[in-house]
T-cell receptor, first 114, second 114 residues
Framework: NAGVMQNPRHLVRRRGQEARLRCSPM?????VYWYRQLPEEGLKFMVY????????ESGMPKERFSAEFPKEGPSILRIQQVVRGDSAAYFC????????????FGPGTRLTVT | KQEVTQIPAALSVPEGENLVLNCSFT??????LQWFRQDPGKGLTSLLL???SQREQTSGRLNASLDKSSGRSTLYIAASQPGDSATYLC?????????????WGAGTKLIIKP
């Protein structure tokens, strides 16, 4: 049973470009969480999704950021018109059920904005 | 609002020593607490997960304890080795509002000197 997959592992974008980060949850998991780790800072919750539903996006910046988890395919975190402050490690986690169950983490995507 | 603090922020000890990392949290209404390891530029490795009803968990040379009432957890590493050098992160899952967001400490950066 493969773990949580994230791609790409490293992504370089110029200011103003779009970044798309993908996350494939563990098999049988229908709950996905995105966290961001800014340089030299702790991880912060961004968004919680179930299939075709955004449950909580309270940790997402109000502009330029969006997330989806379609019925088929991976979850996508999309950042439009990236700025240098978006440079960070973005981690995806999945769980089998909601709330109190253990979240399993992917290897992360390291975004660098030049 | 739950806050997680890890002390010390950094720790350097000679190889072979036993050591303790500390994690404190402000709201005792948690489902579980988890310790992770993060190597530089790498992903997150889950070390130990303690459910709120448990007092401790052990894995090899690692032992994590939980005192929910006082809002504290410790990670004990026995007979430390240079390969233990990494940043250790503590995260809690609340049992009340937003009980799917992991709340993270800023981490303890551990260096084991050969």
């Amino acid at each position: 049973n493969a773990g949580v997959m994230q791609n790409p592992r490293h992504l370089v974008r110029r200011r103003g470009q779009e970044a798309r980060l993908r996350c494939s949850p563990m098999k049988g998991h229908s709950h996905v969480y995105w966290y961001r780790q800014l340089p030299e800072e702790g991880l912060k919750f961004m968004v919680y999704l179930q299939k075709e539903n955004i449950i909580d996006e309270s940790g997402m910046p109000k502009e330029r950021f969006s997330a989806e988890f379609p019925k088929e395919g991976p979850s996508i975190l999309r950042i439009q018109q990236v700025v240098r402050g978006d440079s960070a490690a973005y981690f995806c986690a999945s769980s089998q059920w909601q709330a109190s169950y253990e979240q399993y983490f992917g290897p992360g995507t390291r975004l660098t904005v030049t | 609002k739950q806050e997680v603090t890890q002390i010390p922020a950094a720790l350097s000890v000679p190889e072979g020593e036993n050591l303790v990392l500390n994690c404190s949290f402000t709201d005792s209404a948690i489902y579980n607490l988890q310790w992770f390891r993060q190597d530089p530029g790498k992903g997150l490795t889950s070390l130990l997960l303690i459910q709120s009803s448990q007092r401790e968990q052990t894995s090899g040379r690692l032992n994590a304890s939980l005192d929910k009432s006082s809002g504290r957890s410790t990670l004990y590493i026995a007979a430390s080795q240079p390969g233990d050098s990494a940043t250790y992160l503590c995260a809690v899952l609340n049992s009340m509002d937003s009980n799917y967001q992991l709340i993270w400490g800023a981490g303890t950066k551990l260096i084991i000197k050969p």
